[in-house]
């Protein structure tokens, strides 16, 4: 599975996705369980949800799937209005914390990616944005009615990505 398969599965389940979350709470847990039927189902994965991180019990990884030639571990953020940090700074904070995760003793490489998904035309052009500066960032969006927008990055070790500038917000002109 490469980023951009992930990315399609989840668009391919976009209108699922945005029914999810019309009622409410709960829709990005739901978006999760999902995906990682789907992988199960479609890619013969063994997955799993909330996986603790090795050596920090506090801490769960969101999605673990392995194949067999590699293993995926995924954490996922979704679009929040309520959270007023920029998407990409939410972003890059579960980037660093995934950076950390490991499989000791695994003889299988690991893939680490985040996985964001967003809903607003705001978000879209934020994810969209912040691809232009990460080279390691697939983005797909899904226009019109009900369309998400899904942000798939690989975080390798050793490299960082470059922290996108906000969008500027069009100020009115008073005369």
Known sequence: MTTTDACNLFISH???????????????AWTQVDFLLTVQSQLGMTASRKVNYPWESHRKLDMLAQG???VYAMEMITENPSNPAPFGTRLLGEAGKIRTYS???????LARWVIGIVYTTWGKNEIRQYALMDKNAVVQV?????????IVLDV???????????IPVPVPIRT
Not at 17 to 24: D, L
């Open 156 to 166: 390798l070790i050793g490299e960082h990505p470059v922290v996108p500038p906000p």
């Open 14 to 28: 976009g209108k699922q996705i945005a029914q999810a979350r019309s009622i409410g709470t709960g829709w990005s």
């Open 68 to 70: 067999k030639e590699r």
């Open 142 to 150: 899904m226009d019109g009615q009900g369309g998400i927008g899904v």
């Open 103 to 109: 499989i000791p003793g695994s003889m299988l490489p």
